[in-house]
């Protein structure tokens, strides 16, 4: 295998494998960009009645320019997921969001549910996934039959009309 992969490949792969089997705690300034990337995808999630995942703070395997996590349904099995570094911070978001889409793709299917999320509001009878985009530097959900920007990332309307954040009803 060392040969294979060259003296720094094998180091990496042997780390990987080993992060597997014991997973290394997030640096403070890894959490950080982890937090950040992943809070607009999770109020996208709450926003649309999926559950909400663990996301744990320790990398389980080395990317190079990138902080790991870890996603798990609440008392589930998870997956490793990804921030790249060198992407901007929406589009850390966008290309976590793909990760995201995946993960809950699984959730959909073992629930029985389409797997369409977030789906498409302007196509209920064709029904598709919205695709995650940057536009105007900005994370953004995007029809992918028309490519029209439906929601940014992390304002997902609620049933009702209503934005994450916002309170129903009279204000004081």
Not at 22 to 49: C, F, I, K, N, T
Not at 76 to 103: C, K, M, N, R, Y
Not at 119 to 145: G, K, M, Y
């Amino acid at each position: 295998m060392r040969e294979t992969l060259g003296e720094d490949g094998f180091a990496r792969w042997q780390r990987s494998m080993d992060l597997g089997q014991d997973p290394r705690p997030l640096a403070d300034p890894e959490r950080a960009v982890l937090r950040r990337a992943v809070a607009p995808l999770l109020a996208d999630l709450a926003a649309s009645d999926m559950p909400v995942p663990d996301i744990r703070e320790e990398a389980h395997e080395e990317r190079e320019e990138s902080v790991c996590g870890w996603i798990q349904e609440p008392g589930g099995t998870g997956e490793g997921i990804w921030v790249l570094l060198d992407a901007s911070p929406a589009g850390q978001v966008a290309q976590l969001a793909e990760q995201f889409q995946d993960w809950a793709a699984d959730w959909l299917h073992n629930a029985g549910r389409p797997l369409d999320w977030p789906a498409c509001p302007r196509h209920p009878a064709a029904p598709h996934r919205l695709t995650p985009q940057v536009r105007d530097d900005r994370a953004v959900w995007t029809c992918w039959e028309s490519g029209q920007v439906i929601w940014r990332i992390g304002e997902l309307a609620m049933p009702g009309g209503a934005r994450p954040g916002r309170r129903r009803g009279r204000r004081p």
